[in-house]
T-cell receptor
């Protein structure tokens, strides 16, 4: 059974810092990995999707990397801003089988960026 | 347009009530999902529809009944719920087989009294 772990569980940083969020998964047989952002009481916003054949994806100040063989992904946020404060979730999708539509989520990292 | 809409935003119901949650997307997606999210927990998959057919049911109790009347619409019918069913219910969609990006709606906050 796939298990996804995110470290740290919570992070508080001053504005302007560069930061790294970590995600690890136990089964390397994944099709892709997706990073989401969730504001309190709201739905999820997709940030980046990395296919298993890719090493990284970039969108603006965000960069996500994937090392499938070691079961790890990182989300790098450059020059953090108070508006980045949210819960960040990573989720993996299995490669093959009948559960191809099923995302397995980590517990999330609660990020607070203070002015 | 990458929007998934959900109604209502909030719902309070008694344990004997029957209510429905609605989800809609007009992106031409053929896979749609229901998730349940408890406070401070990640979303848990409940159901997956692929081309209007139920493809995954994660052993959800029968008091939750999904329905996909057409490719744009997904309903979740609720009946005889328990207080522990109180949660944020999220709908999502993706282009086809579920391997593409999933787009989530804002959710329905459900309280069962």
């Amino acid at each position: 059974k796939q298990e996804v772990t995110q470290i740290p569980a919570a992070l508080s940083v001053p504005e302007g810092e560069n930061l790294v969020l970590n995600c690890s998964f136990t089964d390397s047989a994944i099709y892709n990995l997706q990073w989401f952002r969730q504001d309190p009481g709201k739905g999820l916003t997709s940030l980046l999707l990395i296919q298993s054949s890719q090493r990284e994806q970039t969108s603006g100040r965000l960069n996500a990397s994937l090392d499938k063989s070691s079961g790890r992904s990182t989300l790098y946020i450059a020059a953090s801003q108070p508006g980045d404060s949210a819960t960040y979730l990573c989720a993996v999708r299995p490669d093959g089988g009948t559960s191809y539509g099923k995302l397995t989520f980590g517990q999330g990292t609660i990020l607070t960026v203070h002015p | 347009d990458t929007e998934v809409t959900q109604t209502p935003k909030h719902l309070v119901m008694g344990m004997t009530n029957k209510k429905s949650l609605k989800c809609e997307q007009h992106m031409g997606h053929r896979a749609m999902y229901w998730y349940k999210q408890k406070a401070k927990k990640p979303p848990e998959l409940m159901f997956v529809y692929s081309y209007e057919k139920l493809s995954i049911n994660e052993s959800v109790p029968s008091r939750f009944s999904p329905e996909c009347p057409n490719s744009s619409l997904l309903n979740l019918h609720l009946h005889a719920l328990q207080p522990e069913d109180s949660a944020l219910y999220l709908c999502a969609s993706s282009k086809t087989t579920g391997r593409e990006t999933q787009y989530f709606g804002p959710g329905t906050r459900l309280l069962v009294l």
